[in-house]
């Protein structure tokens, strides 16, 4: 309790720093990271994740055979394809 | 040796500007880490002689921290101010026409205005400056799996995109390497022919009508398939578990151009019906519509399993007795008292 009542009061003035990720690079998936972070407190204050791709598996799987529900879905994602298969059954 | 030998005049550098913002599944870019004839390693640190100096920007394979540092060079050659390079493109194009007030798919932001750059942003702005532009996968090449009746997007394949008789700046038509996913060394080798003959020591490769590489979807799955030999015979599988024919469980090698079952899928291993797994036929323009439902046996099937029946059997009966001949040793092989190979020692020629 005392740790932190003392840290709060050592609360460095703070300087927001903006950081954007967008594309994230070395992993699958349209993804971007919107983050403002407090360096100086070590804290982020704020985040926002944003994945601008729509491809629509949900809508054009309708009506068809359910069999090929495993063949459809494992082309959700390049790397765990395999998930996307078992859950499809 | 300069003095003999013409020098090639090509590019010495070569950059890769790799999107794969497509409607896609990123799943190429994942297949051709696998790639050995030759390992996009070797191409991209130099190790393949005769190739130019080859700058790989890719999403999931760059070294950079993503973001603006990524999108720097795509960035740079939009403003002109980087070439020559070879333009991959994976997953299928959407049709922005009917996008509402939204987009489908988007690659970095606009740096004034904070919008979203669209895919077709892009492909507008890069493809006309691409000394050569190549379409990975069935999505890129013919639009796939997002291209499927009732999809959304209205999606479509890059020459659907750009036009059949689209001509990169390399005199080169759109090279389509499809597979869902690309068997890793069918692009590598690809992307090495283009990238030789970028260098000036090769000429274009040879693409069929479809912009397939000729040399890679020649043939059928069933021309190079493992388990041809039972179809022949008139022996199928009648579920999933045999190791024979799978053409009557929803097989469609036969009438599907594509060299997997030969080439294997990892070094060798591999090739989808060669190890039980039916050929959905993901390498075809008309995939996957035209082969659905996947597991129902394809309307040919039944009268080419139902002629080849007779003969397969009887054939099979055949081979049968010759086989159990072939198994059994000549009858003079023996340790008895006797020679009985039929030797005469006064026979002469």
């Known amino acids: ?89 | 040796m300069t003095a003999t030998m013409p020098q090639p005049h090509g590019f010495d550098e070569m950059h890769i500007l790799w999107i794969s913002e497509g409607m896609s599944c990123d799943g190429d870019t994942v297949s051709v880490t696998a790639a050995s004839q030759p390992p996009i390693e070797d191409v991209v640190l130099g190790l393949v002689p005769g190739l130019p100096t080859v700058h790989l920007h890719n999403k999931v394979l760059s070294p950079t921290l993503g973001g603006e540092e990524f999108l720097a060079p795509f960035r740079a050659a939009a403003r002109n101010e980087l070439e020559p390079f070879i333009l991959v493109i994976e997953g299928s194009i959407p049709n922005e026409n009917i996008n509402g007030n939204g987009y489908w798919t988007s690659f970095g932001n606009d740096l004034e205005t904070g919008e979203p750059l669209t895919l077709n942003w892009w492909i507008d702005q890069l493809a006309p400056k691409a000394w050569a532009v190549v379409a990975i996968g069935t999505c890129a090449a013919y639009g796939g799996i997002h291209a499927m009746a009732g999809n959304p997007t209205g999606c479509m394949g890059l020459a659907d995109y750009l036009g059949w008789d689209f001509k990169s700046k390399g005199a080169l038509p759109i090279v389509n390497i499809p597979g869902c996913p690309v068997q890793p060394d069918n692009f590598m080798e690809t992307l090495t022919w283009v990238l030789y003959h970028a260098a000036g020591s090769a000429p274009p490769p040879p693409l069929d009508e479809l912009l397939r590489p000729q040399w890679i979807f020649g043939k059928t799955v069933h021309e190079g398939c493992d388990r041809a030999g039972y179809y022949e015979q008139g022996d199928f599988a009648k579920d999933y578990n045999s190791p024979k024919c799978q053409a009557k469980v929803g097989c469609w090698g036969p009438v599907v151009n594509c060299n997997v079952p030969k080439r294997g899928w990892m070094g060798g291993v591999g090739g989808c019906p060669n190890v039980g797994g039916i050929c959905i036929a993901c390498t075809m323009p008309g995939f996957p519509d035209k082969f659905m439902p996947f597991m129902d046996m394809p309307p040919g099937g039944s009268l080419s399993s139902m002629i080849v029946k007779p003969y397969g059997a009887f054939i099979r009966r055949m081979r049968g007795i010759t086989n159990a001949t072939a198994n059994r040793e000549p009858k003079w092989r023996h340790n008895r008292k006797a020679l009985t190979s039929g030797y005469n020692p006064r026979w002469r020629p």
């Open chain 1, 1 to 89: 309790m005392t740790a932190t009542e003392q840290a709060k009061t050592r609360r460095k003035p703070g300087q927001i720093v903006e950081m954007v990720w967008d594309p994230i690079t070395r992993i699958i998936g349209n993804l971007g990271l919107y983050t403002k972070i407090d360096f100086a407190n070590r804290e982020v204050t704020e985040c926002h994740s944003t994945s601008s791709l729509f491809r629509g598996y949900s809508v054009f799987m309708k009506g068809k055979d359910p069999r090929d529900a495993g063949f459809i879905t494992s082309r959700i994602c390049g790397i765990c394809g395999d998930n996307h298969t078992t859950c499809s059954v």
